[in-house]
Every structure is written in C-alpha cells, then in structure tokens.
T-cell receptor, first 115, second 111 residues
Framework: KAGVTQTPRYLIKTRGQQVTLSCSPI?????VSWYQQTPGQGLQFLFEYFSETQRNKGNFPGRFSGRQFSNSRSEMNVSTLELGDSALYLCASSFAGVRELNEQFFGPGTRLTVL | GNSVTQMEGPVTLSEEAFLTINCTYTATGYPSLFWYVQYPGEGLQLLLKATKADDKGSNKGFEATYRKETTSFHLEKGSVQVSDSAVYFC??????????FGKGTRLSVIA
C-alpha cells in the first residue's frame, strides 16, 4: 500500500510570492491534515479536510488556505509569503479524521524556504 | 487547553546506553497518549501509544507507561542503537480536537 506522498519535496520562494503544496493520501483515507514544523514552535496544526470540507482549523492567518479534491488529494496554498513561513510542511492522512482516535500517517514533508 | 511538554534536546548517548525522554501533559478529560518518531528526511511515524491510565505502550524495544497521577508518559529504551537516532515527539489526543504535539527531542546515538 503506497504511503502519503507530498510534492514538491523542496521549494525556494521569495517574500511576497505565493506557493502551492500537494499531498496525496493513502488510498481509502478521507481525511488530510496539514502541519507546520519549525525548530522554535515544533509541530503546529494548520487545518484538516475531510470529504472535501474543511473540518478543523488551527490558529494561522488567512494567508494559509487549502482544499481537497474528490479523490482526497489535497493542496495547501500560502499567499504573500513571509520569511517566517520557512518551515517543513507535513501532510497526514487518516481514515476517520483528526477528531477520532485513529492513526494518522504522515508524508515526508515539503521543505519551504522563503528568501 | 491541551498541551504537551517534553524535555529539550539534543540528547547524545553512546550505543547500548539507557534512554529516557520525559513527557508531561495537560489535558481536559482523559487523553490518549502517543510517541512519534521522525527519522532524518522522513515524516513522522507512530512509535507507540496508550489510551488509558496505567497502559504501557511498547514497540521496537521502546516503552512508555501512561501515568495519570503524574500526568506523564516518559519514553524509555534499555539499550539504544545508532539507528535510533531521530527526533521523538510526544503527543496527545483528547476530545474532538486534533493531535497536540510536544516540540520534539532530538536523539543522537554514537557508536
């Protein structure tokens, strides 16, 4: 069974640009969550999509948005990039969603560097 | 709100040494507790879990016991290997909220 895949693995952008990251969940999983990982803040929850609907949202500004397609693939978009957005962005998929007690499977992440 | 505090790293040990990574939590209700591991260049993998007080989770020689009286879930391994070098995250799940993670502890094991 293929794991969670994320593309691209590495990105370099400049301030003010926007970026789109992609995540393909494990087949059959309907929930996709996104996390931001930084050395200072650790892992912070961005949002979760379940069956194409945003179901949970963390405490991030509106510059961070996402969507989920009918095949459960998800994209995350960050507009007007700031230096502080440099981070590893992790995607996780699960069958039942983040509210339920079920294992989340993580992808390898996309390393975003903002110059 | 829910929170997890784990010991700051990095932790450097010699091969075959005993490992303890401390984790304490604050939560409403009765959380489930987890340890995740992140190897270099990879995403997080579930290492072990415990869903109620006094449960012991174990996997790959690692163990952690859910201690409600001390709100702790310390990770231990009797004899670490170089291949255990990674970042370890303690996490909790409580109620209808997403996982809450600690900031991670980097472990380096030297031969």
């Amino acid at each position: 069974k293929a794991g969670v895949t994320q593309t691209p693995r590495y990105l370099i952008k400049t301030r003010g640009q926007q970026v789109t990251l992609s995540c393909s969940p494990i087949s059959g999983h309907r929930s996709v969550s996104w996390y931001q990982q930084t050395p200072g803040q650790g892992l912070q929850f961005l949002f979760e999509y379940f069956s194409e609907t945003q179901r949970n949202k963390g405490n991030f500004p509106g510059r961070f948005s996402g969507r989920q397609f009918s095949n459960s693939r998800s994209e995350m978009n960050v507009s007007t990039l700031e230096l502080g957005d440099s981070a590893l962005y992790l995607c996780a998929s699960s069958f039942a969603g983040v509210r339920e007690l079920n294992e989340q499977f993580f992808g390898p992440g996309t390393r975003l560097t903002v110059l | 709100g829910n929170s997890v505090t784990q010991m700051e790293g990095p932790v450097t040990l010699s091969e075959e040494a005993f490992l303890t990574i401390n984790c304490t939590y604050t939560a409403t209700g009765y959380p489930s507790l987890f340890w995740y591991v992140q190897y270099p260049g990879e995403g997080l993998q579930l290492l072990l879990k415990a869903t109620k007080a006094d449960d012991k989770g174990s996997n790959k020689g690692f163990e952690a016991t859910y201690r409600k009286e001390t709100t702790s879930f310390h990770l231990e391994k009797g004899s670490v290997q170089v291949s255990d070098s990674a970042v370890y995250f303690c996490a909790l799940h409580s109620g209808n909220t997403p996982l809450v993670f600690g900031k991670g502890t980097r472990l380096s094991v030297i031969a």
